[in-house]
């Protein structure tokens, strides 16, 4: 299994687009990604930011829920996520369209996206992942 982690801090805000014919879900979040400094540090760490929120704290559970979804995905795809933490500063939503089943599939399509788009493979010292 591939070992991979960021590239380098990352931060931005998460909005994902969704065109449907039926009842769509909206939940966009501010978020900061960066590598753990030890590089055996396993897994994907989520937590609040400093001074996020009430809506950060309604929603981080189904976040958090859909981020380590997102994570699982990718380990089955043969990529182990390492080293990883995501603060979510801030959370947007929707009086009718923002859902807990909807936030956890964002949030999940949130790692894909992460890891595809800032990703790298991790390389042990001799330059053998």
């Given at each position: ?8 801090p990352?931060a ?5 687009l969704v065109?449907?014919a039926?009842?769509?879900f909206f ?7 960066r590598?753990d400094?030890?590089p055996d540090a396993e897994?994907?760490?989520?937590a609040?930011?400093?001074g996020a929120g009430?809506?950060?704290?309604r ?12 994570w699982a995905?990718l380990?089955?795809?043969?990529r182990?996520a390492?080293?990883?933490?995501v603060?979510?500063?801030a959370v947007?939503t929707?009086?009718t369209d923002?859902?807990?089943?909807g936030?956890?599939?964002f ?9 595809a788009?800032?990703?790298?493979r991790v390389?042990g010292?001799?330059?053998v992942?």
């Amino acid at each position: 299994m591939e070992r991979w982690t960021l590239a380098a801090p990352h931060a931005g805000r998460y909005r994902l687009l969704v065109a449907s014919a039926g009842r769509g879900f909206f939940c966009q979040f501010d978020y900061a990604a960066r590598p753990d400094p030890d590089p055996d540090a396993e897994g994907l760490v989520v937590a609040a930011a400093e001074g996020a929120g009430p809506e950060v704290a309604r929603w981080l559970p189904h976040l958090a829920k859909g981020l380590q979804a997102g994570w699982a995905e990718l380990r089955a795809g043969g990529r182990l996520a390492v080293g990883v933490r995501v603060e979510i500063a801030a959370v947007r939503t929707h009086p009718t369209d923002t859902t807990e089943a909807g936030c956890e599939r964002f949030a999940g399509r949130f790692v894909q996206d992460l890891f595809a788009d800032h990703g790298v493979r991790v390389v042990g010292p001799s330059g053998v992942p």
